[in-house]
């Protein structure tokens, strides 16, 4: 089992920076890749960004050049730095640990940007 716990969310006016934080706990080293998804009112859940156990890091198009997803392996965190935030970045993001056997999601956190 993996326990997935965030924090950072908030309200932030355009043009702000916010850093999601995602605490992982429990058979950690099962985890082959930790994901950032996000799903605005009305719409799709969207992967955002995502970082393997080896260190390589995906990004969707939308985030790229804004938005730097990292690790901390010795707090079991993984974390998405989010810089120049939009309107349209508005949604809940979610923290995700895929192993081979499972998936696992972490409560959520709320991000709102005003414009």
């Known amino acids: 089992q993996v326990q997935l716990v965030e924090s950072g969310g908030g309200l932030v006016q355009a043009g702000g920076s916010l850093r999601l934080s995602c605490a992982a706990s429990g058979n950690i080293f099962s985890i082959n890749a930790m994901h950032w998804y996000r799903q605005a009112p009305g719409k799709q859940r969207e992967t955002v960004a995502a970082i393997t156990s080896r260190g390589i890091t995906v990004y969707a198009d939308s985030v790229k050049g804004r938005f730097t997803i990292s690790r901390d392996n010795a707090k079991d965190t993984v974390y998405l730095q989010m810089n120049s935030l939009k309107p349209e970045d508005t949604a809940d993001y979610y923290c995700?640990?895929?192993?081979?056997?499972?998936?696992?999601w972490g409560q959520g956190t709320q991000v709102t940007v005003s414009s």
């Open positions: 995700h640990a895929a192993t081979v056997r499972k998936d696992y």
